[in-house]
């Protein structure tokens, strides 16, 4: 072998050893910095499989007095959750009418829209759906204030819908 042959094959083991130094250092790097940002999260999956896994088999049964008392407090949540909503959540259009809505429209009041079909007609016009958007949240026109739900805040978005569908369709 020549002597150029010879410092060729250093220089070059050299820079391989180099590069292998390197390579160690840029995984060393790698990891060390995957380690201290929190790249690896927990699967959002895994904690409801862990707790799915350590559930209880089965509820407690609490015998009869427990079962008697239960039942008492689902009537009760039951009678306070009818009691809020007006009329006992009745889908009565025409009782809703009479006890809510009559007192401005049947008479006129505050500039109410009367149960006549001059004025409901361009309101027909618009659609059952913004007529009902206006029955519940309220509304603002050149007559005058018809307040959300006629003022009353316990009847239900279901309650009004029909309430509004009984009075375009009495003056339709
Ligand atoms: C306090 C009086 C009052 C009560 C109670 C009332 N309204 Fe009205 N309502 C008005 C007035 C005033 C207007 C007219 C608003 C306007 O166009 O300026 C109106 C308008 C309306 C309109 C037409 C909205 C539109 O877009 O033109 C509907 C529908 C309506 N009321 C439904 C009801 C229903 C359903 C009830 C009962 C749950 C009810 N109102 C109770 C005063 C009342």
Redesign the pocket.
């Known amino acids: 072998m020549q002597k150029t042959d010879l410092v060729f094959l250093k220089h070059f083991a050299q820079v391989i050893a180099g590069l292998f130094a390197l390579m160690v250092v840029l995984i060393i790097g790698a990891w060390v910095i995957y380690d201290r940002q929190g790249f690896h999260e927990d699967n959002p999956a895994k904690a409801a499989e862990v707790s799915r896994r350590i559930a209880p088999v089965a509820d407690a049964y609490s015998g009869d007095t427990g079962r008697a008392a239960i039942l008492a407090a689902e009537a009760a949540a039951k009678a306070a959750a009818t009691a809020s909503v007006a009329f006992d959540g009745a889908l009565d259009a025409e009782l809703?009418?009479k006890n809510?809505?009559a007192?401005?429209?049947d008479t006129g009041?505050?500039?109410?829209?009367k149960s006549d079909k001059a004025a409901w007609a361009p309101?027909i016009a618009?659609g059952l759906d913004?007529?009902?958007k206006?029955?519940v949240e309220g509304?603002?026109?050149?007559?005058?204030?018809?307040?959300a739900?006629?003022?009353?805040a316990d009847?239900t978005d279901e309650?009004?819908k029909i309430?509004?569908e009984y009075?375009?369709d009495k003056y339709r």
């Open positions: 809703i009418y809510v809505c007192a401005c429209h009041a505050g500039g109410a829209p309101r618009q913004i007529l009902v206006h029955a509304f603002q026109g050149a007559g005058g204030i018809m307040p739900k006629g003022g009353r009847l309650q009004v309430t509004v009075m375009v």
